[in-house]
C-alpha cells in the first residue's frame, strides 16, 4: 500500500468478515489512514485471526481497533453490531459489507438451506445491517461499501445461486444509494481474479481465468483496499456506483 496518511482520522469503520483475506486487507488500509476499525468476525473459528489482527494495528496505534463476534445470518442481532462500534468508538462512519459465503450449487443439487445461506451472507444481511446503520451513518455524511463481484453480471457455471445473491447485492447498492441520499453514500466493488478462493482450483482453470483478462494477469489484495480508500477518501460526489476490479475482464477483453 502507499504510504500511510490521515484521511479517515477520527472516522469509524465497521467491516463484516474482516478476520483475514480481503476484509483484513482493507482494515488495515483504512486503519493506516486514521481510522478507527470494528473487525467482524463470524465464530470461534475465527476469534483468533480477529484478535491477532486487532492486537497487530492496537500495536500501531492503542485502542484503535476492535473485534466483534456475530452470525450475520440471525438478522436479529445485526443492530447489536452497530450498538457494540457505537459503544467502543463513538460512532460510525464507514460499512463494509465484506463477509460472504461462496461455493457451488450445480442444479439438481440446490437445497433450500444453500438457498438461504448464500442468500443469506450475500444479499440479507447487508441489507438489514446497511439498515440498522442508516441512522448513525447519516449522522456523520457515512458511507457503505458492498463488496460484489463481477459474477454478479457474468453468470459462473455451477454457482446459479451465488451469482443470484451478488446480483442483488449489485441492484441494492443502486438501491440504497437513492433511498439514503443525499446523507449517505453507497457504492460497490466487484473483484476479479484477485484473490482465489480457499477450495481447490485447477492451475490450468486460474491460467484460463486470468487469460481472459486485459491485463494477463491476477491482481491483488492491495487493489481492493485501493479501491475501498477511494470511495472512502476520494469520492465525495459519487454513490451508487459498482468498480469492476478485474485487470479488465469484464470490459476490454470482451470475454
Not at 442481532?77 to 457494540?84: D, F, I, R, T, Y
Not at 459474477?151 to 449489485?170: I, N, T
Not at 491482481?219 to 472512502?232: Q, T, Y
Amino acid at each position: 500500500m502507499s504510504q500511510s496518511t490521515q484521511t479517515l482520522h477520527g472516522k469509524t469503520a465497521l467491516l463484516t468478515g474482516a478476520a483475514r483475506r480481503l476484509g483484513a486487507t482493507i482494515a488495515r488500509a483504512f486503519h493506516a489512514h486514521g481510522a478507527n476499525v470494528v473487525i467482524h468476525h463470524r465464530s470461534s473459528s475465527t476469534s483468533e485471526a480477529a484478535d491477532a489482527l486487532v492486537a497487530e494495528l492496537n500495536a500501531i496505534r492503542a485502542n484503535s481497533a476492535s473485534a466483534i463476534a456475530a452470525d450475520l445470518l440471525n438478522v436479529a442481532s445485526l443492530p447489536s453490531l452497530v450498538a457494540g462500534t457505537v459503544e467502543r468508538f463513538g460512532r460510525l462512519d464507514i460499512l463494509v459489507n465484506n463477509a460472504s459465503t461462496f461455493y457451488p450449487t450445480p442444479v439438481g443439487d440446490i437445497t433450500l438451506a444453500h438457498w438461504d445461506d448464500l442468500m443469506g451472507s450475500n444479499l440479507r444481511a447487508p441489507l438489514f445491517l446497511s439498515q440498522a446503520a442508516a441512522q448513525q451513518l447519516r449522522l456523520h455524511e457515512g458511507l457503505i461499501l458492498n463488496m460484489i463481484d463481477i459474477h454478479a453480471e457474468r453468470p459462473l457455471k455451477r454457482h446459479p445461486v451465488y451469482c443470484s445473491a451478488k446480483a442483488g447485492l449489485a441492484m441494492l447498492t443502486r438501491s440504497l444509494a437513492r433511498e439514503l441520499a443525499p446523507h449517505v453514500r453507497v457504492n460497490g466493488i466487484a473483484p476479479g481474479p484477485v484473490l482465489w478462493p480457499e477450495v481447490d482450483i485447477d492451475e490450468h482453470l486460474k491460467e484460463r481465468i486470468i487469460d481472459r483478462t486485459a491485463l494477463k494477469r491476477p491482481g491483488s489484495p492491495d487493489d481492493i483496499a485501493r479501491a475501498a480508500l477511494f470511495f472512502a477518501c476520494d469520492a465525495p460526489f459519487v454513490t451508487g456506483q459498482i468498480l469492476a476490479i478485474d485487470g479488465g475482464r469484464s470490459g476490454a477483453s470482451g470475454q
